[in-house]
C-alpha cells in the first residue's frame, strides 16, 4: 500500500494547533514564538521557507559529528531494514560490540575494568547510577555543584541545584549538598587563582574536620556523604571549566572519605573537549561515567553510564536491578556503535584542538570589540561567551535574550546571503552562550559566526 500524500499545512494552522494540543510544560515556549525547522545538513538548519541558519550549539552538543551525518544515518536505515525492534530481554549483535567499545574506552582512559548498563535519556542514566550507588553504599545522600545540571526527573532533580526544578514536585528523597563550583571569573569567594591556592577545594576539604559539620563521623571513618556528581565542564551552568588542579585535588578529598566519584559526561563527552571524555582532560579517574546525547549524534535515544567492575559486576547488580524497555533499543545501539565506528576513523583529538583554538581566538578578538562580552573561553569545542553591562562583569540577561531571539529570527546580513543563527543560553545569571558547534565544523563557518555574533553584539547592544 501506498503512503498517503503529505497534505500541505500553513503554518499559521500549525501555531493554532501547537497552541491547542501541545502541552507547554516543556522548553519549546521559553522563545515568545517557538521556531519551526523542516531540514537539517552538517551545521544547518532550514526554516519551513528552507532559510538557512548556523547552528552553534547542535542540539546541546547531541549532534557532535553533523546534521544527516551519512554513515550513522545509513547504519540506521540498514538496521531498519534488518532487526528494527527487539524486547530488551533477549540481545543483539550491535549492544554487545557497543558495550565493548565504551568499556574498552575506559579501560583506556582510566585503567580501570568496567560494565555498561543502558537507558533511553541522560536523566535516566543519571538514575541507573543512583541506583548503583545506593546499592553499593546502601546510603542515599549525596553532594554535587551549585550550578550543575543532571536532569529533572525526579531523582536527578535532587542533585541538579536549581530549585526551580523542584518547586512544584516535592523531593524524591533528600536533596544534595550543593558545593560552590570553581567558577574563577565569578569565584564565590571573592579570590584570584594566581593567589587563592585553590581555596575552594580547600573548603571542600573543611567540612570533614570535625563531626559537627555534620559530614564524617571520625569514630568509624565514615561519611554521611557517599558520592559527589560531577561534570567536568559546567554544561547548562555556562560552559565553565574548573582549574586546571581541581578536580584531581577533589577526588584526593573523595578518595581518602570513600565517596564515590559520578562524572556526567552527558554533554560533554564524545570529544566535545577534544578527548573522548572530558574527564580525561584533568588526569581524574571516576567510578561511575554517566553519558548520553552525542552518543547516537542525537539519531536515536539512547543513554548509558560505564561503572566500576566492583559496583556493577553481575553479583552486586543481578538481573533486573533495573529496566527501561527502550533501553538498548536495536536502533539506539546500532546508532551508537555507527557513531562510535566513526569517532574512530577521524581525527578528534587533534581536529578539535585546532578547531577550538581558531574558535577561541577569534571570539577573544571580538571580546576586544564589545564591552558587552565579559568573558569567553573554551576547552576543545566547548566555547563560551558571557554578556555583561559594558562593566564587563555585570550580568546581562536582556541583551542575551535580544541577540538570541534576533538569531533564531533570521535574515541576518551574512557574506553567504541571509543567514540565522542558533544559539543557546545558559549560565548561573543565564547570560551566556554556551557554544556547542559541530567537531566538524570549518573554519569558513567559524568565521560565518564571528561575522553574524559581530552583528548582534552591534545591533541588538544599541536598542
Known amino acids: 500500500m501506498k503512503p498517503l500524500p503529505m497534505v500541505p499545512i500553513s503554518e499559521a494552522e500549525l501555531r493554532e494547533k501547537e497552541a491547542k494540543y501541545c502541552s507547554h510544560g ?31 550549539q547542535m542540539w546541546y552538543s547531541a549532534v557532535n559529528f553533523g546534521y544527516r551525518n551519512k554513515a550513522i544515518v545509513d547504519a540506521l536505515k540498514a538496521q531498519l531494514d534488518r532487526l528494527p525492534q527487539l524486547a530488551c530481554q533477549y540481545l543483539h549483535e550491535e549492544k554487545v560490540l557497543l558495550s565493548e567499545k565504551l568499556a574498552k574506552e575506559s579501560l583506556r582512559a582510566f585503567g ?21 550507588v545506593r546499592n553499593a553504599t546502601g546510603k ?19 542533585i541538579t541545584s536549581s530549585y526551580r526544578y523542584r518547586r512544584r514536585f516535592g523531593h524524591f528523597s533528600s ?47 565514615e561519611s554521611e556523604f557517599v558520592a559527589f556528581y560531577v561534570e567536568p565542564v559546567q ?13 584531581s585535588r577533589l577526588q584526593k578529598i573523595l578518595n581518602e572519605r570513600k565517596i564515590l566519584f559520578v562524572d556526567d559526561e552527558i554533554q560533554m563527552g564524545f570529544f566535545r573537549t577534544g578527548k573522548f571524555w572530558a574527564i580525561e582532560n584533568f588526569g581524574v579517574k571516576p567510578n561511575i561515567v554517566v553519558f548520553g546525547k552525542a552518543m547516537t549524534n542525537g539519531l536515536n535515544p539512547i543513554s548509558g553510564l560505564w561503572a566500576e567492575e566492583a559496583l556493577i559486576s553481575p ?17 539506539g545501539t546500532t546508532a551508537a556503535l555507527a557513531t562510535l565506528n566513526w569517532i574512530e576513523q577521524q581525527q578528534y583529538e587533534t581536529k578539535v584542538a585546532e578547531s577550538g583554538a581558531y574558535f577561541l581566538e577569534r571570539l577573544e578578538a571580538l571580546k576586544k570589540r564589545h564591552v558587552t562580552i565579559g568573558d569567553v573561553s573554551g576547552l576543545g569545542l566547548a566555547l563560551r561567551i558571557e554578556v555583561t553591562k559594558p562593566d564587563r562583569f555585570t550580568p546581562d540577561k536582556e541583551l542575551t535574550d535580544r541577540i538570541f531571539e534576533a ?3 533570521g535574515g541576518l546580513p551574512s557574506s553567504r546571503g541571509p543567514m540565522g543563527l542558533v544559539l543557546d543560553i545558559g549560565g548561573h545569571y543565564k547570560n551566556v552562550f554556551t557554544l556547542a558547534p559541530s567537531l566538524d ?3 569558513s563557518e567559524i568565521d560565518l559566526g564571528i561575522e553574524l555574533l559581530e552583528y548582534l553584539f552591534t545591533t541588538c547592544a544599541k536598542v
Open 26 to 56: 516543556d522548553t519549546v515556549h521559553y522563545s515568545p514564538v517557538p521556531k519551526f525547522f523542516q531540514g537539517c545538513e552538517g551545521s544547518f538548519l532550514y526554516d519551513r521557507e528552507d532559510k538557512p541558519y548556523l547552528d552553534l
Open 112 to 132: 580501570l575494568e568496567g560494565r555498561i548498563q543502558y537507558n533511553v535519556g541522560g536523566a535516566q542514566a543519571i538514575e541507573d547510577s543512583m541506583k548503583l
Open 140 to 158: 542515599s545522600l549525596f553532594m554535587a555543584f551549585t550550578g550543575g545540571y543532571h536532569g529533572r526527573t525526579l531523582g536527578a532533580s535532587e
Open 175 to 221: 536533596r544534595a549538598h550543593f558545593v560552590p563550583y570553581p567558577y574563577c571569573y565569578r569565584c564565590p569567594y571573592g579570590k584570584k587563582l594566581d593567589t587563592c591556592d585553590y581555596y575552594c577545594v580547600n573548603q571542600v576539604e573543611r567540612l570533614f574536620e570535625t563531626e559537627y559539620n555534620s559530614f564524617w563521623d571520625a569514630k568509624v571513618s
Open 235 to 247: 554544561a547548562t551552568g555556562g560552559y565553565i571549566i574548573p582549574p586546571p588542579e581541581y578536580l
Open 315 to 331: 553479583a552486586k547488580f543481578p538481573p533486573g536491578s533495573t529496566h527501561s524497555t527502550f533501553a538498548s533499543n536495536t536502533l
Open 407 to 409: 538569531g533564531l529570527a
Open 441 to 443: 565544523i570549518t573554519k
